[in-house]
T-cell receptor, first 113, second 110 residues
């Protein structure tokens, strides 16, 4: 978890409310990723970033948006949270160059009631 | 869609025994990686094997890759209680993304 923090670590929110999760890195890595982890599904990519203001969708991007205005911060926003977005969210970072190895944050457990 | 499919989904062995878990994938890859996740924690990178390699060792870990069968295996020798965790394979198809399997949950019994 060195060099990567996620906040908050736990959050309970109500259906329909907006939620923003923050990923902060001190490694100056180019690539940042948001995943969700659910039982029976492993890790699924939500969005990723390949530079400041450069982002792209992953496998399960519906209902989520992201922003990256600084190299060190990657924000994940649930515009209107739904119960299906109850999950554990992980941020990962990766330096540029090959091969692609990812380093993960500690995770955020989000419960939407 | 999931690229890596792991087998078995769960494995329980006695301390000191070897643990083998398998991963199958569907498309061409640049490399295949294995990650470990302890309960309640983020994933940790263990080992990477490139598409032109057949076997790789790191301490008690041995990884094999068979690109003709699109499969890989992770062997943990002389298991310890601290090896209890979930293990995930991840494939690098390019485009700066990894695709993770659903994982194998390994329990080491004392």
């Amino acid at each position: 978890d060195a060099g990567i923090t996620q906040s908050p670590r736990h959050k309970v929110t109500e259906t329909g409310t907006p939620v923003t999760l923050r990923c902060h890195q001190t490694e100056n890595h180019r690539y940042m990723y948001w995943y969700r982890q659910d039982p029976g599904h492993g890790l699924r990519l939500i969005h990723y970033s390949y530079g400041v203001k450069d982002t792209d969708k992953g496998e399960v991007s519906d209902g989520y948006s992201v922003s990256r205005s600084k190299t060190e911060d990657f924000l994940l926003t649930l515009e209107s949270a739904t119960s299906s977005q109850t999950s554990v969210y992980f941020c990962a970072i990766s330096p540029s160059g090959s091969p692609l190895v990812q380093y993960f944050g500690p995770g955020t457990r989000l419960t939407v009631t | 869609s999931q690229q890596g499919e792991e087998d078995p989904q769960a494995l329980s062995i006695q301390e000191g025994e070897n643990a083998t878990m398998n991963c199958s994938y569907k498309t061409s890859i640049n490399n295949l990686q294995w990650y470990r996740q302890n309960s309640g924690r983020g994933l940790v990178h263990l080992i990477l094997i490139r598409s032109n390699e057949r076997e790789k060792h790191s301490g008690r870990l041995r990884v094999t890759l068979d690109t003709s069968k699109k499969s890989s295996s992770l062997l943990i020798t002389a298991s310890r209680a601290a090896d209890t965790a979930s293990y995930f394979c991840a494939t690098d198809e390019g485009a700066q993304k990894l695709v993770f399997g659903q994982g194998t949950r390994l329990t080491i019994n004392p």
